[in-house]
């Protein structure tokens, strides 16, 4: 659960040694697997049948014949939220193309973002993910914003990310814009140390049929089956999409229990309302359950045990955006979006309603100024019910925030130097106003060198868990219990982050990119003891130990990050990556923590490393290798690893291919995290393949 066995540590206690319990039994379990993969089985038999009836959809572009130039070109909005050649940003950006996609082997965002330098990725179990940029990593890693087409995805109980719900059809993402630092001035709090922007593509770019199919070892059966047409002046495409998941082993080598199974719909359209004004409208709606290992706490006696509990999860969202061009010096964009979910388990219930409101106006000033600014509204409300592991107070919450930025970019040399300043203000869910400025200057002294600096301030705004939570950490001899709670006075988190970077395009074969950064923290997030107390309730009266989040800790963090595109040959083309993350974290002098700056420095890697290669072993078929080199974490008692994915894709027809994937092919199993701070128990990732067929039509 929650930080359980964090709470543990602090007193010097690791239950070692806990009792399984299985909260549902065999029969209702297997049954609701059997039903998922008759589900499934109907799907793929009605994929294949609509299939034979559709119109042929445009063939994938394919970006293997374009230089490295070309790729270094591409255009990004995610910096500035503004169209931006990658190769003059001024941020740590990196680019995930549909080409890369299709070369990964990838059946999710999670397992994509590997790739990325700076990103530190780690698989929890079946279903769960810890990802954070430049540290600070958690299941629920609270410094990294996530969007899809511009819907944030940071849900305010925990603050951070359901990996599990983000179920984006892969042939459907245009690209993945990841920034590695702050980007607070235009995207406000919580994108501390990194932006992921998940971009999918217009539905003009998806028109007829495609049906993709697969399965294998872990990935069990897997399928979408999608359709794109147009109407008058618009275009859409519908889909429907579904995945079984087996489950991975625990860390004792016995069955996990977390096998994962997902459902998921949606729809886009794009339509051309004048010569002037353009209208996306798009939705998405899921179900699916999965399972997990909690540790439950029992008093009577006191015992801490496993117990396996099946948790289920739905949602929908809708978005529109509406962006009118009032000249090609001034354009304006309005966005709505209303998200709702459910989530039951595996400690407490969760259901929450999110309505978004964003407008922006882009204007170019003269010669010298291309500036953009905005405000934003955005009203959600939970209801949770609690357990006895873990409750929320109050059980319901509505919150509110508003927010306006401004950002200019002064062009000091035209093409050649540029100054970017701006600032975000906003008014947070619970701790009040926070200012988010920040100071970039780009040089490009010729077309294929440019360099770039950056001042920045971010914030991380409290949680519904940091404010109001109350969990049961561990049950001690006594009887006795460690309870965690929540702060009312908790506050944000802030880091002023410098960084500089350069870019250079050594040949049209080899580019070369790096990134040096220094992070100052202040205000971060401590657990502090609390007086022990009688609770009378319990006959006899149970011993408490509480503990409460404060804001006591500090320091700095400091890392370099490189990553080259080399095209060795037109047939083989290698993408190595690499990076550096040194963490100098204290504690304020009247702190009691024993125990987080030790937990947090051991639970994030120093060294990460990634080599991908891709080569055309024929017209048809062509072959791609992917291996990633995590350093370990001691505070998880986790080994560093190196992960090998491998990939055999066969061209069959113009329209048709089949891929061959392996997964963790070097270890029969290893695990990734093992964080004490999460809510499920880790899970050791084990080595997968299957077999994908994609057809479009």
Same mark, same amino acid.
């Given at each position: 659960m929650i930080l359980r066995r964090a709470g543990v540590r602090g007193l010097g206690f690791r239950p070692e040694s806990k009792r399984t319990v299985r909260a549902s039994g065999p029969e209702a379990r297997n049954s609701g697997i059997h039903r998922k993969r008759k589900r499934s089985h109907a799907f793929l038999l009605l994929a294949l049948w609509m299939a034979s009836t559709g119109s042929a959809q445009e063939k994938p572009n394919d970006l293997s014949s374009k230089s490295i130039e070309d790729l270094m070109n591409i255009e990004v909005t995610s910096v500035s939220r503004k169209e931006q050649k990658i190769s003059q940003v001024a941020a740590a950006i990196f680019v995930i193309t549909p080409e890369d996609i299709r070369r990964s082997g990838a059946t999710n965002i999670p397992d994509l973002l590997r790739m990325v330098p700076g990103l530190d990725v780690a698989q929890i179990n079946a279903s769960n993910w810890a990802i954070s940029a430049r540290g600070f990593n958690l299941q629920f890693a609270n410094k990294l914003l996530v969007l899809i087409d511009g819907r944030a995805v940071y849900t305010p109980l925990f603050g951070g990310v359901y990996w599990d719900a983000q179920d984006v059809p892969l042939e459907d993402i245009e690209r993945i814009e990841v920034i590695r630092g702050p980007g607070g001035t235009v995207w406000g709090a919580n994108a501390v140390d990194g932006v992921i922007n998940v971009i999918t593509k217009s539905s003009a770019d998806t028109q007829g049929g495609l049906v993709t199919l697969g399965g294998g070892i872990q990935q069990q059966g897997f399928g979408t089956l999608q359709y794109g047409g147009k109407f008058t002046d618009s275009t859409y495409r519908i889909f429907t999409k579904y995945e079984n998941d087996s489950q991975f082993p625990n860390l004792s080598g016995q069955d996990g229990y977390d096998d994962h199974h997902l459902l998921h719909g949606g729809f886009r359209a794009d339509t051309k309302l004048s010569k002037k004004d353009s209208l996306t409208t798009q939705g998405d709606i899921y179900t699916g359950e999965e399972g997990g290992t909690i540790v439950h706490a029992a008093f009577f006696p006191p015992e801490n045990i496993n117990v396996q509990r099946l948790a289920t999860l739905s949602g929908g969202d809708i978005l529109t955006r509406w962006t009118h061009t009032f000249s090609s010096r001034s354009d304006t964009t309005l966005q709505f979006y209303f998200d709702k979910y459910t989530r039951n388990g595996e400690e407490s219930n969760e259901a929450r309603n999110t309505i978004d409101f964003d407008f922006q106006n882009h204007i170019t000033l003269g010669a010298r100024h291309d500036l953009i600014w905005g405000a934003g509204y955005r009203h959600t409300w939970d209801h949770t019910v609690g357990t006895i592991d873990q409750a929320f107070r109050p059980a319901d919450k509505a919150a509110e925030l508003f927010d306006a930025f401004v950002q200019d970019q002064i062009a000091l040399k035209p093409d050649r130097v540029s100054l970017y300043f701006g600032t975000k203000l906003e008014n947070n869910y619970f701790s009040g106003f926070d200012l988010e400025p920040s100071v970039r200057l780009s040089w490009t002294p010729s077309p294929r060198r440019s360099f770039w600096g950056a001042i920045s301030r971010a914030s991380r705004t409290p949680s519904r868990r940091d404010i109001g939570l109350s969990a049961v950490e561990a049950a001690l001899p006594g009887p006795s219990a460690v309870l965690l709670r929540g702060n009312p006075n908790f506050g944000s988190e802030h880091i002023i982050a410098y960084e500089a970077g350069y870019r250079t395009q050594i040949s049209s074969r080899l580019s070369f990119d790096a990134t040096a950064f220094i992070n100052d923290y202040t205000s971060l997030e401590s657990i502090e003891p609390l007086p022990a107390f009688f609770d009378?309730?319990? #006959? %006899? %009266?149970? /011993? /408490?130990h509480p503990q409460s989040f404060g #804001?006591?800790?500090?320091? =700095? =963090?400091?890392? /370099?990050? @490189?990553? @080259?595109? &080399?095209?060795? =040959?037109?047939? &083989? $083309?290698? #993408?190595?990556? +690499?990076? +550096?993350?040194?963490?100098?974290?204290?504690?304020? $002098?009247?702190?009691?923590?024993t125990f987080s700056v030790a937990d947090v420095q051991g639970s994030n890697p120093v060294h990460q490393a990634q080599l991908l290669s891709h080569l055309e072993l024929s017209k048809n078929i062509s072959w791609d290798a992917n291996a990633y080199f995590v350093g370990r974490l001691p505070a998880q008692f986790v080994a560093s690893y190196t992960r090998l994915d491998s990939q055999l894709t066969w061209r069959l027809a113009e329209r048709v291919e089949l891929n061959i994937v392996g997964q963790n092919l070097i270890h029969d199993h290893h695990a990734e995290f093992n964080d004490q701070l999460q809510s499920v128990n880790s899970s050791l990732i084990k080595r997968s393949a299957y077999a994908k067929l994609t057809w479009h039509f």
């Open positions: 009378p309730n319990f #006959n %006899p %009266p149970l /011993v /408490v #804001n006591k800790m500090h320091g =700095t =963090t400091e890392g /370099v990050e @490189a990553f @080259a595109k &080399w095209k060795l =040959t037109d047939r &083989w $083309t290698l #993408n190595p990556g +690499y990076s +550096y993350l040194q963490m100098h974290l204290h504690l304020d $002098t009247d702190s009691l923590d």
